[in-house]
């Protein structure tokens, strides 16, 4: 199907973009790379009157690290995250995960902003944010506010951005850097999105396991975080039987829609795996 008729804006500043989304109200969208948006448009899922492309807002593309964060424009797309060597160390969980995303042609254009703006179960980047405790800059007509990744997610489609606002910088505290960490992705074929994945953090400290954090992917309604399963490691030596109390805990809070990826039984026992092999990966 062909897109219905809108009226296209491209602002050269986050402040014109602004202006707007505030003058337009609800009645309009903003085109990053369009991997996401431009097909929901053909199929008419969506159908905004007014369409403002924020590929001009060159203040919200590129990678700064200092001593405390690492700092993504949003606008900065994917395959930038894999040509900066410098995130192989920083930030081995977002360099190694974001291979696994859609396939080079899509992460040229695709954005980590619009990934995770989106707010669709089955993209990676939300639960790579949850894993690493980011924080996502959201900028409207009072100036820029933070929210944690923990609180960003709200539903299928749904995040904490409000009509009037655009996603402008996500913030990596560094010391996830030196945190063990795991990334596992069950899929059909490269190129698809996830039957089920799983992110992890965490530190082992004396033998016990410490601040961990575990995110799944397109295994509930929105991506999230099983707290039930970090909180039983917390503390704890990761003995097998701990482990599998966990991957059992984490089973037990997916909600997965049976789809051409497989049923909901299907889907939890992969979610399961995808999280024995993550804690595995983030333990050695
Ligand atoms: P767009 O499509 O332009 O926008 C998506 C939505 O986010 C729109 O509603 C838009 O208004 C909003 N938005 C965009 N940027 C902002 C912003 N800065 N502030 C506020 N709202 C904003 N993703 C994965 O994570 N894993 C996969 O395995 C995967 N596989 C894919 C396979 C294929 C074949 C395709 C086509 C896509 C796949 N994707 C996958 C999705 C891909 O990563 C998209 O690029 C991504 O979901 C959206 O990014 P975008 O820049 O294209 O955003």
């Given at each position: 199907?062909?897109?219905?008729?809108?009226?296209?804006?491209s602002p050269d500043t986050v402040a014109d973009a602004?202006?707007?989304?505030?003058?337009?109200?609800?009645?309009a969208k903003l085109l990053a790379g369009g991997h996401s948006l431009l097909p929901m448009m053909k199929m008419r899922f969506a159908?905004?009157?007014?369409?403002?492309?924020?590929?001009?807002?060159?203040?919200?593309?590129?990678?700064?690290?200092d001593e405390e964060n690492i700092i993504i424009g949003a606008m900065t797309p994917e395959n930038d995250i894999l040509r900066d060597d410098r995130l192989e160390t920083a930030c081995p969980l977002l360099f190694e995960a974001t291979k696994l995303i859609a396939d080079p042609q899509v992460?040229?254009?695709?954005?980590?902003?619009?990934?995770?703006a989106h707010g669709d179960p089955a993209n990676d980047q939300p639960s790579i944010m949850l894993a690493l405790d980011a924080t996502l800059e959201i900028t409207g007509v009072e100036g820029p506010r933070l929210v944690?990744?923990?609180?960003?997610?709200?539903?299928?489609?749904?995040?904490?951005?409000?009509?009037?606002?655009l996603l402008t910088r996500i913030i990596i505290p560094r010391a996830h850097g030196s945190k063990g960490w795991g990334f596992q992705k069950l899929k059909r074929k490269t190129g698809d999105y996830a039957t089920a994945a799983s992110a992890v953090t965490m530190r082992m400290v004396?033998?016990?396991?410490?601040?961990?954090r575990i995110a799944l992917t397109n295994l509930g309604p929105k991506s999230f975080r099983p707290v039930?399963?970090?909180?039983?490691?917390?503390?704890?030596?990761?003995?097998d039987d701990r482990i599998e109390a966990a991957v059992q805990l984490a089973m037990a809070e997916t909600d997965p829609a049976a789809d051409q990826r497989g049923n909901e039984e299907y889907k939890t026992a992969?979610?399961?795996?995808?999280?024995?092999?993550?804690?595995?990966?983030a333990m050695n």
């Open positions: 199907m062909i897109a219905k008729d809108f009226n296209y804006y602004i202006a707007l989304l505030a003058e337009f109200g609800g009645d159908e905004p009157v007014n369409l403002i492309d924020i590929n001009g807002l060159n203040e919200i593309k590129g990678i700064d690290i992460r040229n254009r695709g954005t980590i902003g619009g990934d995770i944690a990744a923990a609180d960003f997610f709200l539903g299928t489609y749904t995040t904490a951005i409000q009509p009037n606002e004396d033998g016990k396991c410490d601040q961990v039930k399963a970090e909180w039983i490691l917390e503390g704890h030596p990761p003995t992969m979610a399961g795996e995808m999280l024995r092999r993550a804690l595995q990966q």
